[in-house]
Every structure is written in structure tokens, then in C-alpha cells.
């Protein structure tokens, strides 16, 4: 996603009282809950997935980067990722993204010395940040990024912006950061789903070492 998310980054969920449907949120061909994924506001905001918490953890990393050059932060910090339970199914079953995939990248900070805890480091009750990434074929390239910052609702980030070319050249499946999934990494091998810009990197690297 944005920064050196891992993505980011699928137990339904109910509606948010007075929620509306997303585009093409209409009971799908599987039956599906029309609210296990993106919701928008009336104006194309993606509404805050307040639920998402229930939805299905994928991974967690620490202080992650993708930039060479950067420097070690003040403070470390935990990325947490979830995905909606339908596309997380789909995954397991077909090594692909369905539409409406939406993964949430959640942030916090890291801390020491919490309560009985004398070495190591646990994450912090308060959220540093909150960036989601959403597969829906209405948006413009298919997918978009939406950073939440104490809102309820986001703005779609604009295409030009980096997170989409970075996930684009780099991403193991369909522009999403399956590399840092270890549960879903061996599915998309099986199921021969990995891109080949992911592949080429992955052989250049063993040839590097």
C-alpha cells in the first residue's frame, strides 16, 4: 500500500446502520453476503470496514520497508493484515483475487515493558494508521488505495500515486503483496498464480546469493 506495507493486505459482516451498497453490491452469483467487502458512501468514498477485525488475518511484519536507503525509524512499528472472508475463500480455492477483494492494512506501534512483559515488544492499543486496497472493477485499472485517517469514509487515492506502481511490479499475485503472506504464498504456487514479474525477481534473487 502506501508505505512499506505489506499487503497490503478475507466471518461476514453486518452493515454499519444506514450503510449503502457498494457498486454492483447486489447478491452475487455465490449467494454471498453483499456487505463481505467494499462499501461506498452516495458521493464513491469507500466506507470505513469497521468490522474488519473479524475478517481473516493474513500476516503481520515489523519496522518493513521496500526502500534500500531507509533509515531505521524512531519507534518500530507493527503492519497487521486482514482480507474479507469471500475472497480469502476464493483465494484458497482458485490462487486469484476475486472482485471486491479488499484487504486492510492495519498499523501500530510497538512497545516495550507493557505489564508483565519484560522482553520483546507488543503492539500498541491505539492505531498509527489505517490503509485499505480494494479489487472492484468499477474503479479505474481495478483496484484502488484508500488511507483512512480518523474518518468514516476515504477518498480514493489518485492512480499516478506510487503504491499502485509499486504493487504493480512487484506484486506476487494481481498486485497485491502475496510474498509476505505465508499462508497463501503456498497456495498461489500450487495453483500456478504467481506473477511472472514476482518469479523473475525471486530466481534473481536466489542467483544473487
Known amino acids: 500500500m502506501l508505505r512499506s506495507s505489506i499487503l497490503f493486505l478475507l466471518v461476514l ?19 454471498r453476503s453483499t456487505y463481505d467487502g467494499p462499501g461506498y ?35 518500530s512499528t507493527f503492519d497487521n493484515v486482514f482480507v474479507n472472508p469471500a475472497a480469502y475463500q476464493a483465494f484458497m480455492e482458485t490462487g486469484k483475487w476475486p472482485d471486491r477483494t479488499t484487504l486492510v492494512l492495519e498499523i501500530r506501534g510497538a512497545e516495550s515493558n507493557q505489564s508483565i512483559n519484560k522482553r520483546g515488544r507488543t503492539q500498541s492499543p491505539e492505531l498509527a494508521g489505517l490503509e485499505v486496497h480494494v479489487k472492484d472493477k468499477s474503479l479505474a485499472g481495478g483496484w484502488g488505495f484508500f488511507e483512512f485517517d480518523k474518518g468514516v469514509s476515504a477518498k480514493r487515492i489518485e492512480q499516478s500515486a506510487s503504491c499502485y506502481r509499486c504493487h504493480g511490479q512487484h506484486g506476487a499475485v494481481d498486485t497485491t503483496f502475496v510474498q509476505f503472506y505465508p499462508t497463501l504464498l503456498g497456495v498461489a504456487k500450487t495453483k500456478g498464480t504467481l506473477s511472472a514479474a514476482y518469479l523473475k525477481e525471486t530466481s534473481t534473487t536466489e542467483t544473487d546469493k
Do not use: I
Request: cysteine-free; overall charge negative.
Open 13 to 31: 459482516t453486518l452493515p454499519h446502520p444506514g450503510a449503502t451498497k457498494a457498486p454492483h453490491a447486489s447478491a452475487g452469483d455465490s449467494g
Open 41 to 75: 458512501t452516495t458521493d464513491g468514498q469507500l466506507k470505513f470496514p469497521e468490522k474488519y477485525r473479524e475478517w481473516v488475518f493474513l500476516s503481520s511484519g515489523m519496522d518493513m520497508s521496500y526502500n534500500p536507503a531507509a533509515n531505521a525509524a524512531n519507534h
